[in-house]
């Protein structure tokens, strides 16, 4: 079997496993992201905490790192599509851990902006 016949049985593999595939158009929150023309709510995210300049910076953060990624989605996790594999690490997981990041941020400064 030669690397090419290999190559499209592993795709084939990857695709049954996962729901659907497509592009990230936009990011509308950090738990909601439209893929094509589709919205899918990312599982286990929650901003809820952050205030609104930290929001912001999630949101733009968010938006230019995800913004035309392909993705392979699994119910209600999405993982960037490697093309022929994935991350282990969902995007869902990336994510909550960056909105712990800013709320543990806050607990170490004494910026006022923290503590709207």
């Known amino acids: 079997m030669n690397a090419l016949s290999l190559i499209s049985i592993i795709l084939?593999?990857?695709a049954g496993f996962f729901d659907m595939q497509g592009t990230i158009t936009d990011v509308i929150s950090p738990s909601c992201l439209l893929i094509g023309n589709d919205?899918?709510?990312l599982a286990d995210v929650d901003a809820s905490g952050l205030t609104a300049r930290q929001y912001?910076?999630?949101m733009d953060d968010l938006?230019?790192?995800?913004?035309g990624r392909d993705v392979l989605i699994k119910g209600g996790y999405i993982y960037f599509d490697l093309?022929?594999?994935?991350n282990s690490q969902s995007i869902n997981e990336m994510t909550q851990k960056e909105i712990s990041d800013l709320k543990e941020m806050c607990l170490f400064t004494y910026d006022t902006d923290c503590r709207e």
């Open 83 to 86: 093309i022929g594999s994935y």
């Open 56 to 58: 912001a910076y999630l």
């Open 63 to 67: 938006r230019s790192s995800l913004k």
């Open 12 to 14: 084939l593999l990857q």
């Open 39 to 41: 919205r899918v709510n």
